[in-house]
């Protein structure tokens, strides 16, 4: 298994920027894809986007390409999620998640049921 601590988030006006972090420790698996979801009041869980070990990187919903971007440290084991030109729409509990495996292409969705170790959500909140 893996522990997962993540930091960031908070308001922010429309427009604006955030950058959200995953820090994951006590890590077993020698190959792990890391990946952060979000869900708003009412609605389910949505994959943002994942990257593995090698740097690849997952569907990115068309509501979040070319504003969010996902990078990781291999070194320190940790994962973010630079979000810019945020929007009324993106408002909503940010989750960092992280699996065994690696991701073979873009075309490789992350759905909440592939992943098995959580961390404990963040918030976003958009003003306009």
């Known amino acids: 298994q893996v522990q997962l601590v993540q930091s960031g988030g908070g308001s922010v006006q429309a427009g604006g920027s955030l950058t959200l972090s995953c820090v994951a420790s006590?890590?077993?698996?020698?190959?792990?894809?890391m990946g952060w979801f979000r869900q708003a009041p009412g609605n389910k869980r949505e994959g943002v986007g994942a990257?593995?070990?090698?740097?690849?990187?997952?569907y990115v919903p068309d509501s979040v390409k070319g504003r969010f971007t996902i990078s990781k440290d291999n070194a320190k084991n940790t994962l973010f999620l630079q979000m810019n030109n945020l929007e009324p729409e993106d408002p909503a509990m940010y989750y960092c998640?992280?699996?065994?495996?690696?991701?073979?292409?873009?075309?490789?969705?992350?759905?909440?049921?592939?992943?098995?170790?959580w961390g404990q959500g963040t918030q976003v909140t958009v003003t306009t």
């Open positions: 998640a992280a699996e065994e495996g690696r991701i073979g292409g873009s075309w490789f969705r992350p759905i909440p049921e592939d992943f098995g170790n």
């Open positions: 006590e890590n077993k698996y020698s190959r792990l894809i």
């Open positions: 990257i593995d070990n090698d740097g690849t990187i997952s």
